[in-house]
């Protein structure tokens, strides 16, 4: 049994080889938790945005990054069931999963299918939950829709692309051109994001508009978002990309992005404008985590039925935490990039 465990802590604003290793004690389960030895954490968006303290629910420095993680359970406190020692799990954190064990309440744990590979389990957790909930529960998208999947080479986005063609929908993704090929692999047509005519190409292929759009980029562009909507037509606004390395407030963006998404969605043309919040109801905890696990049960059961296309754009150890954060910046992979303590 391990005495000791690896984390990396962000220390304030950093670069990434100013992320800090450190061994401390294994630390104990308390009631209701569950240790976990983690298998893999992904380096998500959010700790992007993190590690400039430009997250809209910046944690407070020092602190452990890690969104999410898949990893088996190594011991429980009390009041937990003892047989979840050793099964596979995967959960959401927001942060704390970039260490070798990481202490998550049990009942937020999701379990992972038998045969499927950690690192693959991994890259949809955040990112399953995000799409599964803005496609089936915001949008509702269907057999015969078309929907517009910005950013659709990235975490979410590759994933938005794939539960949307298994629902039945076309797919049109924007993405860099580099990133052209391994978004038509997963079954849409790419355009171009910084292209100046993107909202006349997106025309072109859906003259009428298009049933959704799920937009992590905010900024002006939003407009063009909403623009593109068929009649009833919903708009999912899901983050403010575009302004990661703007100074100021890092709430403003977001919340000038709300004012606008209200004033659209009660416009009476029926077309619906929301902004999707993961945590959103998580005050209501058991309903919180009845929705997560079926949500995140159902994408897992599709990765371990071999109809999902994990994208795991490079497995880093936990130790070489830098590199993984900075490949994960760099604009050239597709998927994401995991940590494997
Ligand atoms: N609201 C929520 O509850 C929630 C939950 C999860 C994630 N998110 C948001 O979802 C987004 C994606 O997260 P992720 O972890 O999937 O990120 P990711 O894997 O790093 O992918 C980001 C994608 O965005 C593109 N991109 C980056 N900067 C951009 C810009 N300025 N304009 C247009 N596209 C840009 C990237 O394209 P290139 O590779 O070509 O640069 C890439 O396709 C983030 O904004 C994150 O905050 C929100």
């Given at each position: ?10 220390p ?38 993190m ?30 069931d ?35 590979d ?122 403010t ?8 407030n890092?709430?403003l ?21 929301k ?15 009845a ?9 897992l ?41």
């Amino acid at each position: 049994m391990e005495t000791s465990v690896l984390e990396v802590v962000l220390p304030g604003v950093v670069e990434p080889d100013g992320l800090v290793l450190r061994r401390g004690p294994r630390p104990t389960p308390g009631r209701g938790q569950a240790l976990v030895r983690v298998e893999a954490t992904g380096v998500s968006f959010a700790e992007q945005q993190m590690r400039r303290a430009k997250y809209y629910d910046q944690p407070p420095f020092p602190f452990v990054p890690g969104y999410d993680l898949v990893g088996t359970v190594a011991e429980v406190g009390p009041g937990v069931d003892p047989a979840l020692v050793g099964g596979r799990f995967a959960a959401l954190t927001k942060t704390g999963g970039w260490a070798s064990h990481a202490l998550v309440a049990a009942a937020d744990l999701v379990p992972v299918p038998a045969g499927v590979d950690p690192a693959e389990a991994e890259t949809f957790v955040v990112n399953g939950i995000t799409a599964w909930q803005m496609l089936h529960r915001v949008a509702r998208v269907t057999e015969g829709h078309t929907v517009l999947v910005h950013g659709a080479n990235g975490g979410v986005g590759s994933t938005l692309v794939q539960l949307a063609r298994l629902a039945g929908a076309r797919v049109i993704g924007t993405a860099s051109p580099r990133h052209h090929d391994a978004v038509r692999a997963l079954g849409a047509t790419p355009v171009d994001y910084r292209d100046p005519d993107l909202p006349a190409k997106v025309r072109a292929l859906a003259p009428g508009g298009v049933d959704a759009v799920f937009d992590h980029v905010g900024g002006p562009g939003i407009v063009d978002s909403w623009r593109l909507l068929a009649p009833r037509g919903a708009l999912v606004a899901y983050g403010t990309a575009s302004t990661r390395d703007e100074g100021g407030n890092s709430r403003l963006p977001v919340l000038r992005l709300f004012a606008r998404l209200l004033w659209w969605d009660l416009l009476p043309n029926g077309r619906t404008a929301k902004f999707f919040n993961i945590w959103a109801g998580r005050r209501r905890a058991a309903r919180f985590r009845a929705r997560l696990a079926d949500d995140l049960g159902a994408v897992l059961a599709l990765l371990a039925e071999g109809r999902l296309r994990p994208q795991v754009a490079a497995r880093v150890p936990l130790a070489e935490v830098a590199r993984a954060v900075e490949l994960a910046e760099s604009g050239t992979v597709a998927g994401k990039v995991v940590l494997v303590p």
